[in-house]
């Protein structure tokens, strides 16, 4: 029997990430790579369980050395990477004078540093199986920035350069590298906020997205799916939008 292709998934014990890895395990061999081993345990078991192929390991993205040495245990242990959904993500949401260098550096690290060097260390492989692909999960901030979290917006903002620039650079080898860029999604991560806030941003949620709901993880695991596949074959260098209306861009 042929081997399915092996995906790694970053930030995929929880939200968006978690949505696309339930949806792509049903047709690939994922690696669901977290800073929480036990959240990703958990999942893996739960999807193990119904049939799927899925391999917990712990990745903290902001550390080259650790992406390098998880990325060749994984290689040996179970199996080349043919796919990558860089998705690992934190959220600082403050005013600009309360922005610490720390807190800047912290959300480059993550999203920035650690997607490039997360995709540094799959692309060699990519590059000589002649076929592959990549999927940032950047905004749709990226486009039109944001009040009280310009770290957030500006580092997913880079990853969408990133994304272009990677396109640009590996479309010979028939890899192609595109962008999500969510609106409002029913997250942990937009979650993590006092109850107070979080009522509040719900209402304005409600008030500025056409379609008056929030989006959902499953929703994007559908998303990233479609970008990795032969569905999205001539697509490459591009930030899609799943937001409800919220940016038309």
Do not use: C
């Not at 692309?123 to 076929?131: G, H, Q, S, T």
């Amino acid at each position: 029997m042929e081997t399915r292709d092996m995906l790694l998934v970053t930030g995929g014990a929880s939200g968006i990430g978690e949505g696309a890895v339930r949806r792509l395990s049903a047709r690939m061999r994922v690696v669901i790579a977290d800073r929480d081993l036990p959240r990703a345990e958990k999942l893996s078991a739960e999807l193990n369980a119904s049939g799927a192929e899925t391999y917990p390991v712990e990745m903290d993205v902001t550390s080259g050395a650790a992406i390098r040495q998880t990325v060749a245990r994984i290689s040996q242990d179970i199996g080349p990477i043919h796919h990558l959904f860089s998705n690992a993500g934190i959220n600082i949401r403050t005013p600009v004078e309360a922005i610490t260098p720390a807190d800047w550096a912290a959300m480059m690290n993550t999203h920035v540093k650690g997607g490039m060097m997360v995709a540094q260390a799959v692309l060699p492989r990519m590059v000589a199986d002649r076929k592959g692909g990549i999927v940032f999960t950047s905004s749709d901030f990226a486009v039109v920035g944001m009040t009280n979290g310009v770290s957030y917006a500006a580092a997913k903002t880079a990853l969408y350069s990133l994304t272009k620039s990677l396109a640009l650079e590996f479309a010979p080898y028939g890899i192609r590298v595109n962008a999500i860029g969510p609106g409002p999604i029913d997250t942990p991560l937009l979650r993590d906020r006092p109850a107070a806030e979080w009522e509040a941003a719900q209402a304005r949620f409600m008030q500025i997205v056409p379609m008056k709901r929030m989006g959902t993880p499953a929703e994007m695991g559908a998303l990233v799916d479609f970008l990795l596949s032969d569905r999205s074959s001539y697509i490459t260098g591009q930030l899609l939008h799943p937001n409800g209306g919220q940016v038309m861009w």
